[in-house]
C-alpha cells in the first residue's frame, strides 16, 4: 500500500469526515427514493456496484475540468449512456481512488427540494484490472473505462446492467497553478468564465475553496484531504495539488 493510503487510515479526523459524508449520503438517498416519485430520472441515476453504505478510508481525487467553473466543474461522465451533470454543488463529488489493484469511481450529484437535498445522480463502482486503463500518455496522465457492469439500483433495489464511460485527464500542472487573483486580471479568464451566466466577477468565487485555479483537466485532492494537508505531509494545498502525480503513479505503474 502506497504512503498516501496508510496515512488515510492513520488520521482520525480524515475518518471522522468520511463517517459523517457517509450519514449525510444516507439522509440524502432516503429522501431521493421521496423525490424519485415525481422525479423519474432520479431512479434510473443512482446506482452501485459494492455493497452501500460503506466507509471507504482512502484518498480520493476529484477529476476536474480546466477552471473548474460551477458549470462546469467536473469531467465528462456517462453511465447507462446518459451524460451526468457536471455542475458544483455541495455534497457533489466526481473522485476516483484505488484499493489495490481495482479503481473505485464515487460521483454525486446533488440538488434540493422542499429544503432538503437529494441526489441527481449517484454512482459507487469498482473496476477490476481489464476493466479499467490507466496510464501516462505525454506529459498526462489518463485514466479511462468503457465496461459494462451489473450494479444495484439504489432507489429501486434492482440490479441492472449499465455501461459506464469515463477519460479522466491529469495534465502536468505545473505553471498552470494560478492564483484567484491573477486569473482574475487575465484576459483567458474573462474569455473561459463569460460564457456562463454572472460573468468573471461571479464565477471567481469557485476559486475560494482552494485559493487558485487549475488551467488545466486534473485530478484534485478531495476538499477532507486539502483540510487536513498538514497532517498528510505537505506545506499547504498547492503542494499537495502538485504531488498528485505521485499518488497516480504509485499505483498505475
Not at 483540510?227 to 499505483?251: I, M, P, T
Request: proline share 3%; charged share 30%; hydrophobic share 40%.
Amino acid at each position: 500500500m502506497c504512503e498516501l493510503c496508510d496515512k488515510a487510515k492513520s488520521i482520525p479526523e480524515y475518518q471522522a469526515l468520511l463517517e459523517k459524508m457517509v450519514k449525510e449520503d444516507k439522509q440524502r438517498m432516503e429522501f431521493s427514493k421521496e423525490a424519485a416519485k415525481e422525479l423519474r430520472p432520479v431512479s434510473e441515476s443512482c446506482f452501485s456496484s459494492v455493497k452501500w453504505p460503506v466507509n471507504l478510508i482512502y484518498p480520493m481525487f476529484e477529476a476536474r475540468a480546466a477552471y473548474a467553473v460551477p458549470n462546469n466543474y467536473f469531467q465528462q461522465l456517462r453511465v447507462g449512456g446518459r451524460r451526468m451533470g457536471n455542475a458544483f454543488a455541495h455534497g457533489a463529488m466526481r473522485s476516483v481512488f484505488f484499493v489495490r489493484d481495482q479503481l473505485f469511481l464515487f460521483s454525486k450529484g446533488v440538488n434540493f427540494k422542499k429544503g432538503k437535498e437529494f441526489f441527481t445522480s449517484f454512482v459507487l463502482l469498482n473496476l477490476k484490472k481489464g476493466e479499467y486503463q490507466a496510464g501516462e500518455k505525454g506529459t498526462k496522465i489518463v485514466i479511462r473505462a468503457n465496461a459494462e457492469k451489473p450494479v444495484k439500483n439504489l432507489i429501486t433495489g434492482k440490479v441492472e446492467k449499465k455501461k459506464i464511460a469515463f477519460a479522466f485527464q491529469h495534465h502536468n500542472v505545473e505553471g498552470r497553478i494560478v492564483s484567484k487573483e491573477r486569473v482574475a486580471d487575465s484576459a483567458r479568464f474573462r474569455e473561459v468564465y463569460d460564457k456562463y451566466k454572472g460573468g468573471a466577477r461571479m464565477k471567481s468565487a469557485s476559486m475560494d475553496l482552494e485559493g487558485y485555479a487549475v488551467t488545466v483537466h486534473h485530478l484534485s485532492p478531495h476538499p477532507y484531504l486539502l483540510q487536513l494537508c498538514s497532517k498528510f505531509g505537505y506545506e499547504d494545498n498547492k503542494d499537495f495539488q502538485l504531488h498528485v502525480k505521485d499518488y497516480l503513479l504509485e499505483h498505475i505503474k
